[in-house]
């Protein structure tokens, strides 16, 4: 599983997170789903891929959670559209709310009972997919993220972005331009490949250099940077950041293979484009700026 409720604040936490949070509480994690416990892995650096959760034997996923079945949906969403007349059959983050990491909320992600999952009857069907829409509220931009990626074909979905433009997925989340740049009117939340240059660190900031950008003869003359100012955080949110670049580029050269259509690291980040110098773009919190592989 990639994010999990922490039960002392009822947030939900990425699986990356655990990057940073000091120390893990094993026993602190529910599911997203059903609200048993689940095993918070990989967290260490060292481990050098993403941190997630999993079931543990002792506490299997109550028979309604649809946690495990997201793996399969993903699988035929990346092919077709599996939204149906009956709506969207899996949960997914509607919403972008940042939050004192301290606060204590009323979980969202999290039914009482799974009493809200209506049979559609039709006992010769053998199926439950009655009509559910779970939407829940994300504490970074990673599981909209996500989302966008793992649902090509389902980017008409509602997302409530603060401060974005658009209403739904495809409207909130952008590419940005391959071979140019541009300057936009309108804040989304962008993305493109991460380069393969390293991050530079210097004067509390570090420069990630995108892959996409003007071109020119063959060159990218100028491309696309997202410039992180990491003033006021801890050393342990910063690492965190470059973790996942370095995990993200190992992951993309792990699945490479050949053809334009290769799995690339996305940069997805929200930040404020530099009216002077519109190739760069200013973050200044670690939760708008996140790192995933795969296609888009
Ligand atoms: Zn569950």
Not at 41 to 66: G, I, M, N, Q, Y
Not at 195 to 221: M, Q, V
Request: glycine share 8%; charged share 25%; hydrophobic share 35%.
């Amino acid at each position: 599983m990639d994010s999990a409720i922490d039960r002392n604040t009822g947030q939900i936490i990425d699986g990356e997170q655990l990057w940073y949070i000091d120390p893990v509480d094993k026993n602190g994690y529910l599911c997203r789903g059903c609200g048993v416990q689940v095993n918070p892995v990989s967290f260490e650096l060292h481990h050098k891929v993403r941190p997630h959760f999993k079931e543990l034997p002792t506490a299997p996923h109550e028979d309604w959670c649809d946690v495990d079945g997201e793996v399969k949906l993903v699988e035929s969403a990346r092919k077709k559209s599996v939204t149906t007349k009956d709506g969207f059959p899996g949960s997914f983050p509607a919403k972008l709310h940042l939050v004192d990491e301290r606060a204590i909320i009323t979980p969202a992600g999290i039914p009482a009972s799974g009493a809200h999952r209506t049979s559609s009857g039709g006992a010769s069907s053998g199926t439950t997919t009655g009509k559910r829409h779970t939407q829940w509220t994300a504490n970074t931009i990673r599981p909209i993220c996500r989302t966008f990626m793992n649902f090509p074909h389902d980017r008409l979905l509602p997302l409530d972005v603060p401060g974005t433009y658009g209403k739904t997925y495809d409207e909130v989340v952008r590419k940005l331009a391959s071979g140019d740049i541009v300057s936009y009117p309108k804040q989304h939340i962008f993305a493109a490949p991460l380069s393969w240059s390293k991050p530079e660190d210097s004067n509390g900031k570090l420069t990630i250099k995108l892959s996409y950008g003007f071109w020119a003869n063959k060159n990218l003359a100028q491309p696309y940077r997202v410039i992180i100012d990491y003033t006021g955080w801890s050393d342990a949110k910063k690492n965190y950041v470059l973790a996942e670049f370095e995990v993200s580029r190992a992951e993309a050269v792990k699945l490479g293979k050949p053809g334009k259509s290769s799995p690339k690291a996305w940069v997805f980040f929200l930040g404020e484009q530099d009216a002077a110098n519109p190739s760069d773009f200013i973050v200044k919190d670690h939760r708008l700026i996140c790192c995933l592989t795969g296609e888009l």
